[in-house]
């Protein structure tokens, strides 16, 4: 049997723009930008993620006129609209500067992919920042400034909270959807038309499997059922629910599914003890007893013995842990 050369996927698309760009909040890359003139350099991200993809340093405190060192700030109010104020300076309010930095760095770097932040900033933070209620009384329940104003102008960008990369799980899970909304931007880019659109979901059938086959089966029906809907407002919902289940982290389960998935389209071209092979090691996987890498090499390895031009376009195959090693999930 003839054994093509070139690999199934060596490296996850990165689409045919630059490189894949990522926002950070500047104090995470170990510049001293912080209130106290310290920072809060995360290794994952200023070493691992930094020989991936391009960083992009912003520290909204300090692009505001901030100084370093500074006063610092905390929110008040109520967690639907909170206010920035000095901590010492009740008069200091940098609200208003906070969101239109916010709104400005979303239309600069709106060729991004995604965005880590540092947790617990009155700033930066994106979830269960400390505010102090109307009633004075301190509660875990906002988001930043900044940080809110970047999500509601790029509703689709992943983000996420530097404290959440400490799992591989959820590191492989911020990457997958960071490329997937990469390719979803060259998408866009690239002018958008229902064949295109089709093929794009085509080559995430396995990922979005992964997650939720109700969401697999979802986004199936949208494009199946589009008639004759403007490109553009179907492009709009699918890219919203793409991106909501890309959001879901893959189960145990779901990459079992994905895997199987897999094992049938090679099904007709294996050797009998081959499939064998395949099932055990699915199974073993299913139940906790092997890591997911071992079938999926083997699969990989008999990809490329026997192409399949279905299976090929799927960019299940090109999963971030080829590019992360063991940073991802097992
Ligand atoms: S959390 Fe944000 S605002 Fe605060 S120092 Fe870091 S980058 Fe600057």
New binding site residues.
């Given amino acids: 049997m003839a054994a093509p050369a070139e690999p199934v996927h060596d490296v996850p698309s990165s689409g045919t723009g630059g490189p894949l760009r990522i926002g950070v909040?500047?104090?995470?890359l170990g510049?001293e930008?912080?209130?106290d003139a310290g920072?809060?350099r995360e290794p994952f991200v200023a070493e691992v993620l930094a020989r991936h993809v391009e960083l992009v340093?912003?520290?909204?405190?300090?692009a505001i006129g901030l100084g370093v060192p500074r006063e610092p700030i905390r929110l008040e109010g109520t967690a639907a609209a909170p206010r920035a104020i000095g901590v010492l300076s009740r008069d200091l309010d940098v609200t208003e500067r906070l969101r239109g930095y916010g709104r400005q760095t979303a239309e600069r770097l709106a060729d991004i992919s995604g965005y880590i932040?540092?947790s617990?900033?009155?700033?930066?933070?994106l979830r269960r920042v400390k505010l102090v209620g109307e009633d004075g009384r301190l509660r875990r329940s906002a988001t930043?400034i900044?940080a809110a104003e970047l999500e509601r102008a790029l509703p689709l960008l992943p983000m996420v909270e530097e404290d959440d990369l400490g799992e591989p799980a959820m590191r492989e899970n911020f990457m997958e959807r960071v490329y997937g909304y990469r390719r979803w931007q060259d998408l866009r880019q690239q002018g958008l038309t229902y064949e295109r659109l089709a093929r794009f979901h085509a080559a995430h059938e396995l990922i979005l499997l992964s997650r939720s086959r109700a969401a697999l089966l979802r986004l199936r029906r949208l494009l199946a059922s589009a008639g004759d809907r403007p490109i553009d407002a179907l492009a709009q919902e699918y890219g919203k629910a793409f991106m909501q289940a890309l959001a879901r982290p893959a189960s145990r389960r779901g990459h079992a599914a994905a895997l199987e998935r897999l094992l049938r389209g090679l099904r007709r071209q294996l050797e009998a003890e081959d499939r064998v092979e395949l099932e055990e090691l699915i199974a073993a996987y299913r139940s906790g007893r092997l890591p997911r890498i071992v079938p999926l090499t083997l699969l990989r390895h008999h990809l490329r013995r026997h192409r399949s031009a279905e299976l090929d376009r799927q960019l299940y195959l090109a999963w971030p842990q080829i590019v992360l090693g063991q940073w991802c999930a097992p």
């Fill in positions: 909040s500047a104090c995470l510049q930008v912080r209130y920072h809060k340093p912003v520290c909204p405190e300090v932040l540092k617990k900033s009155p700033s930066c933070g930043g900044f």
